[in-house]
């Protein structure tokens, strides 16, 4: 059983997929670590699968979405970053629909930003080179 659960939980990071969700596509060939991920659909906003607020309310917020950071202020807390990896801050990983208007976009990661998640990656699909644009 053992050997098993091993084999399972050895492959490679892959970022939690989501129906509600298109990715844009890249040609970046680095895979995300593990870490927090943030996921904007059409309707919502999810922390590790747990919705935190709805994308309407996000928009009408202002600067900073106020569920969303304490949210990540709390799981902040509960992740210590090691000593010398300050300047670095906390790593996140944000998965938007393609259609996400930039402006939700850009308060999310300001959101995340502000509650000491700043090493922000984005989610994309990898797009082999030489194909043609969509």
Do not use: C, H, W
Not at 9 to 28: G, T
Not at 47 to 63: F, L, N
Not at 100 to 129: D, E, W
């Amino acid at each position: 059983i053992l050997v098993f659960f091993l084999m399972v939980n050895q492959s490679e990071v892959e970022v939690q997929s989501n129906d509600a969700i298109e990715l844009p596509v890249s040609l970046a060939e680095n895979k995300p670590s593990e870490n927090v991920t943030i996921m904007i659909s059409q309707d919502e906003i999810l922390v590790r699968g747990r919705s935190v607020v709805s994308t309407a309310d996000a928009s009408a917020e202002g600067e900073q979405i106020t569920e969303l950071s304490n949210e990540l202020e709390y799981l902040a807390g509960r992740m210590p970053l090691p000593p010398g990896a300050e300047d670095q801050g906390r790593p996140v990983t944000i998965m938007g629909d393609k259609s996400t208007p930039y402006t939700l976009l850009k308060k999310v990661m300001n959101t995340s930003a502000k509650a000491g998640f700043n090493n922000i990656s984005l989610a994309v699909n990898q797009k082999a080179p030489g194909q043609g644009g969509e």
